[in-house]
Structures are given as structure tokens and as C-alpha cells.
């Protein structure tokens, strides 16, 4: 039987990390992977049922919350700063090296969306992973900017982030806004109703606010892990593509597939941006299970 236990890992600033540990059947040391979520995701967003599918599979299975979502630690909660998640989930990493079920020199990385492209920029400046897979990953932020903002609206969005930092300045806390909201009055991440429905998915109670910093927003316009795609080899790297994502935006993944040095694996899945963990959740799901077992399995097991 797979067991799940509530775990809390140590990271910078005295903050306490949130996470699911999942045990396979079995003795080890076994394989590992180690997981995380995209942009203002929380581990209820659906990440259990595939961390489970992975440790079904032999596989020590770490999810955490990034720090100020979920039960995760920090004190500016909804604020995403794309370098401290990097480094906590380099954190992550190092405690998952040092449970007696791991053996530390085979640990993967498996990351979505914003995550997925922390997951190409942590593969391509640390080398303990064995391999990467990369889930309709944020490739380029600059670039998805100008898709999902367009020129007319853009002074407007630059007046409130400069509104922002000088409010900062004189001491006010972080503007906010909504990460999932239709109404075109309301600033918003996100307004299509795939995220929508994805973001407002039933889940624990208190667990997650539909909340996150202006700032935040900023920071993810200025991410741009396209930079660091080359330079993931020889860590083996999966990049799962969904031909209709407009929000990581499907022609940029592929470019940066592309730019990605061997060895590389390409799998395009049908749909947006959401189908890897709805009706495409199987073939995302057999992707990075079959990558995984290549990369982290014995040869003889």
C-alpha cells in the first residue's frame, strides 16, 4: 500500500515548507522525484492523483506548497518570487537526498506551468537530478506577455505596477489582485474559464485564496527560463506540450524544444493549457512515468 505522509521541510528565513511524502511499496532505497506547481498553485490543484500514479510506479514521491500558499510558511501570503521558489525547491531536493527510503543518485524533477520552467532553469544550474520533465512549461514570460496583454492595455498595466512599487516605497504593503477572475473589471491573472474552473476546483477549506501580489505578475513578465534551455543537457529533459496553450503559449514551448541539447523527448498532447490533468491526464501522466522509469530505474529492476 502507498502511504502519504504530512512532512515539513526546513528553508530559508526560518519558513517551513509544506509537503506529501508518498511512499511505494516495498523496500529501498528507491528512485525519487520531486515535485511542485505552477504559477499560484497549491498541491490540492490536482497533483496528488499523479504524485500517486508515480510512487504506483516504485517511486519516492515529494509534493510541496510553494512558501506563502497552501499550509506552506511565509508571511506575505500570495507573493511569488520566482528565484526563492527556485531555491526552496533546491531545498526540497536536498531533504528528499537525505531520507534512508531515497537513493539520492536517482532523483527526478517533475514541474508545471511556472514550475515547469523552475524545473529547467534548477536542472540546468544543479546537477544532482537525473533527468527533468517539464509540463507545459513557462518558457518565456516577456513572450507570453505580449500574447495575453495587448498593446492597448499595456500602459495601463506598467502605470499600476510603478503605482505598486512607490506605494511600496512609502511603506504600503503589495497591491493584489485576483489570479482567476471573469469580470473584466476585476485585475486578474487569468479570465478564460479553463483557469477559472482549474483554480476554483474543490479543495480543503481555508486551503487557498484566489488571491495573489500585483508584484507577482511583474516578476513573472521578467521570468524567463528560455535562457537556461540549452544548458539543461546532459541532464535528460521531457518537455509535454499542449498544441492549443495559450498561456504558456504552445509555439514558444517548441521553439525551446529546439534550443534544448540531447537527450531531449518531445510529447505533444491535444488541447490547452489545463488537458494534462483532465481528459490528457493518461498520456501526460504515461509520459512522465515511462521518462522517469528509463532515467531513474536500475537496469536489472
Known amino acids: 500500500m502507498i502511504s ?19 511512499l511505494p511499496r516495498g523496500r529501498g532505497p528507491h528512485p525519487a522525484i520531486t515535485m511542485a506547481h505552477g504559477y499560484a498553485g497549491t498541491r490540492e490543484h490536482g497533483l496528488e492523483r499523479l504524485a500517486r500514479a508515480f510512487a504506483s510506479a516504485g517511486f519516492v514521491v515529494l509534493v510541496h506548497d510553494h512558501r506563502n500558499f497552501g499550509t506552506s510558511g511565509g508571511l506575505l501570503r500570495g507573493d511569488i518570487d520566482t528565484w526563492q521558489q527556485i531555491a526552496d525547491w533546491r531545498r526540497a531536493l536536498s531533504y528528499l537526498e537525505a531520507r534512508p527510503e531515497v537513493d539520492p543518485k536517482r532523483i527526478g524533477l517533475w514541474g508545471t506551468s511556472y514550475a515547469g520552467g523552475h524545473a529547467i532553469v534548477l536542472g540546468a544550474m544543479d546537477r544532482r537530478p537525473a533527468c527533468i520533465v517539464a509540463k507545459v512549461p513557462t518558457i518565456n514570460g516577456y513572450e507570453q506577455g505580449l500574447r495575453r496583454v495587448s498593446p492597448d492595455a499595456l500602459p495601463a498595466l506598467e502605470d499600476a505596477f510603478n503605482a505598486d512599487e512607490r506605494a511600496q516605497q512609502r511603506g504600503e504593503a503589495p497591491r493584489r489582485q485576483a489570479v482567476v477572475s471573469p469580470d473584466s473589471s476585476v485585475p486578474a491573472a487569468y479570465r478564460s474559464q479553463e483557469a477559472i474552473d ?5 479543495m480543503s477549506a481555508g486551503y487557498w485564496n484566489n488571491e495573489v501580489t500585483l508584484r507577482s505578475t511583474r516578476a513573472a513578465r521578467m521570468n524567463e527560463p528560455s535562457n537556461w534551455t540549452s544548458r539543461v543537457s546532459p541532464t535528460p529533459l521531457l518537455l509535454v506540450v499542449a498544441r492549443e496553450d495559450k498561456i504558456t503559449v504552445t509555439d514558444v514551448a517548441l521553439a525551446a524544444y529546439e534550443r534544448a541539447l540531447e537527450p531531449k523527448r518531445l510529447v505533444l498532447i491535444p488541447g490547452g493549457h489545463f488537458t494534462p490533468y483532465l481528459d490528457q491526464f493518461p498520456v501526460a501522466e504515461a509520459a ?9 530505474t536500475m537496469p536489472d529492476a
Open 4 to 22: 502519504r505522509l504530512d512532512i515539513e521541510i526546513p528553508a530559508d528565513g526560518g519558513t517551513e515548507l509544506a509537503a506529501w511524502l508518498f
Open 198 to 202: 482549474f483554480y476554483l476546483q474543490p
Open 288 to 296: 512522465a512515468t515511462g521518462w522517469f522509469c528509463e532515467h531513474l
